[in-house]
């Protein structure tokens, strides 16, 4: 992987960890920072910018505009969360958080901070993004409900495995009669074909799942009913793929993608918990990059 050095790796575990505090102790994490002061809830997000001032000056390409964007970003997302929460106290979904998912996500899908990272490094960013989404949601929204918890259950894997077992066909007919996937032949080894899963299932199903089904399906519920914020949270999804491995408006991911969504939310709902819609999502991608 290009531009991987121990700087990146070291950026890349302080990214990890608001992610692993958060997975596995967020109550506790959430109370305890809603005992501090507000000023300091509101300035320590901004520590999120470290991991781009320790890599763009390893690589020399540190700039002010984008130190001052990364230290402003986190702060500015918590402060209107920290709104939101106090405007809407039955967590029904308020303006701030649809505007809070509308940059973070455009900004992930539109690459709009891409440019800011070394080549091989703009995953950095995404990470950084999803700290941010992670605090601001978690610590000062205190949204219910998210189940980003990474303390596994057998359920997760089985609801899982179950959505992954109904979407396969419909993507497989589905996909080859629009001539999207195409059949091919690659037998990893073991090993890297688990190695890749994890990576997956960490790097991509995880950030998804947390954004469209814990932050955007979760408060969509709240506010217009369970079906009705299924379908819409996976249009999103389908949407957000529009550019994805083509230069034009790819409707045939676009499609695929929302149906994939709609089983995705589905496994998110079943006990509300993200290990479950990201096992099937992981899942999927994996059959994807191996075999089509």
């Given amino acids: 992987m290009q531009n991987v050095t121990p700087v990146a790796i070291a950026a890349l575990m302080l990214e990890l960890v608001p992610a692993a505090v ?40 540190f700039q002010w505009q984008w130190f001052s964007l990364y230290l402003m970003l986190p702060v500015a997302t918590a402060w209107l969360l920290m709104h939101a929460a106090a405007a809407d106290s039955e967590q029904r979904g308020n303006w701030r958080d649809a505007f809070i998912l509308l940059v973070l996500g455009l900004a992930v899908d539109l690459r709009w901070f891409d440019s800011a990272w070394p080549p091989g490094l703009r995953a950095l960013n995404e990470l950084f993004l999803v700290d941010v989404g992670l605090y601001g949601f978690l610590a000062i929204r205190q949204l219910r409900g998210t189940g980003f918890d990474f303390h596994l259950k057998w359920s ?54 947390l954004f469209f089904r814990a932050w955007m399906q979760n408060l969509l519920e709240r506010r217009i009913g369970r079906r009705a914020a299924l379908i819409i ?24 993608a929302t149906i994939a969504g709609m089983f995705y939310g589905r496994a998110w709902r079943e006990h509300r918990r993200v290990p479950a819609s990201a096992i099937t999502h992981a899942s999927v991608d994996w059959i994807w990059g191996l075999w089509f």
């Avoid at 997000?45 to 001032?53: E, L």
């Avoid at 996909?175 to 688990?194: C, E, Q, S």
């Fill in 233 to 256: 949270a996976s249009a999103l999804f389908g949407l957000s793929h529009f550019n994805k491995r083509s230069a034009h408006f790819n409707w045939r991911y676009v499609l695929l």
């Fill in 156 to 209: 997760d894997l089985r609801t899982g495995l179950r959505e992954l077992f109904f979407f396969a066909p419909i993507v497989l007919g589905l996909g080859l009669a629009l001539g999207f996937i195409h059949p091919h032949r690659n037998v990893p080894g073991i090993a890297a074909a688990f190695l890749r899963w994890i990576a997956i299932f960490f790097f991509t199903a995880v950030p998804e799942e």
């Fill in 22 to 61: 958060f997975g596995f102790a967020a109550e506790r994490a959430a109370r305890t920072i809603l005992r501090w002061p507000v000023a300091v809830r509101l300035a320590l997000p901004a520590v999120f910018v470290i991991p781009y001032a320790m890599v763009s000056r390893a690589h020399g390409i």
